[in-house]
């Protein structure tokens, strides 16, 4: 066998050559299982994060309401605390004017000793003063409070120049004189007042209602009767006072008439000579008598007495009238009658002015009316 016929036989029986298998990705797209789908995985975290910051914002919301609510309640409380001091400051100094009231009007008083009883007063008084001075009020209210100080320093300073005015005036024989300084020392005290309702109380009560705070604020009233202010009022207390120095007896024509009784809240006037004056017995029954200086000379403690004769016990009310100028008329109401336990009867309403020294015509002093109670419409 020659050399070239081996090679054909060798190239024939070769065995094909061998390739590598590949490995094939497997399509999603067939119908092969899928792998289960995730939501985004920031999702979570934010929406706790959302309901976080709302808390916070909520909280803090609440935290400045509260806040709020704390510091009104403790300014409300201060501007109370105030009005309670200030009060019982006015409540003093009015009661000091009652006393002056009576003093001035207190029959049989000496000079010495009203000189030493009004020293009492403006020593009291300027107690009041210092007590007023060291009182904090809060901001809205230091100017009105200043005011407060210069009401109560014209009343103490009316005092003190009250007694002098007296001590000057005993020895004058010019009585009209004596009493117009008087009445001019008196004119501090009802300026007083004045000073206290308009620049005071007025714009403290706008101040509290602007800001919507419910506190009360105080009035105070020292002088109770105008004409202690004036040298009519004043001059026959002068005389007075000097009279009871030397022990003088009354002189000229004294004397008070009752002029009319009325029944309140009606505001039905009562009449002597009818059968029957029919009143309805309110809660808020009350009996309002006028009655007028008849005589010459000014009247002090002027009693008047009202007097229901219900059986099986009467009612009895008493009033004064601290003073009453000649030729004047004044007027005092009885509250708090009390219980009236007969109705559909007549009862005898009785009515009467006491007699004051000197006095000596008294058919005008007292008056009965009969009365019928009723009982309130239901």
């Known amino acids: 066998m020659s050399e070239r016929g081996s090679d054909i036989d060798f190239d024939f029986f070769d065995e094909p050559k061998t390739e590598e298998a590949t490995p094939r990705l497997r399509s999603t797209r067939g119908g092969g299982p899928r792998r289960p789908r995730r939501g985004p995985q920031g999702l979570t975290p934010t929406l706790r994060l959302v309901g976080l910051v709302a808390f916070a914002i909520l909280l803090v919301v609440l935290l400045v309401f509260w806040a709020q609510s704390c510091r009104s309640d403790s300014k409300e ?199 029957q004056n029919t009143v309805t017995a309110t809660p808020e029954l009350a009996f309002e008598a006028t009655i007028e200086n008849s005589g010459e000379s000014q009247e002090v403690q002027v009693v008047v007495r009202l007097e229901i004769r219900q059986p099986p016990r009467p009612i009895v009310r008493r009033q004064v009238v601290p003073l009453i100028n000649a030729g004047e008329q004044a007027t005092v109401v009885f509250r708090d009658i009390g219980r009236v336990v007969r109705f559909g009867e007549r009862i005898p309403v009785r009515v009467r002015v006491l007699a004051v020294r000197g006095e000596k015509v008294l058919t005008n002093n007292a008056a009965e009316y009969p009365v019928v109670f009723t009982l309130p419409a239901p």
């Open 77 to 275: 409380s201060a501007y109370r605390e105030y009005m309670d001091d200030v009060r019982q400051i006015a409540r003093q100094s009015d009661g000091l004017g009652v006393e002056l009231t009576q003093q001035l009007t207190t029959p049989g008083t000496k000079p010495a000793e009203l000189l030493e009883r009004l020293n009492g007063l403006e020593q009291r008084q300027r107690q009041g003063l210092v007590q007023a001075r060291e009182l904090t009020p809060p901001g809205p209210l230091r100017v009105p409070h200043g005011h407060v100080v210069d009401a109560l320093q014209l009343r103490a300073s009316g005092l003190g120049l009250l007694g002098d005015a007296f001590g000057k005036t005993s020895g004058r024989r010019d009585v009209q004189q004596g009493g117009a300084l008087l009445a001019e020392q008196v004119q501090r005290l009802l300026t007083s007042d004045v000073i206290w309702e308009d620049l005071f109380r007025r714009p403290a009560v706008a101040e509290l209602r602007r800001q919507g705070i419910g506190a009360e604020v105080p009035a105070s009233t020292f002088l109770r009767n105008d004409d202690l202010a004036t040298s009519r009022g004043m001059t026959p207390i002068l005389n007075r006072i000097r009279g009871a120095s030397t022990g003088g007896t009354p002189t000229g024509k004294h004397g008070n008439g009752l002029v009319s009784v009325r029944a309140l809240p009606e505001g039905k006037a009562l009449q002597t000579d009818t059968d």
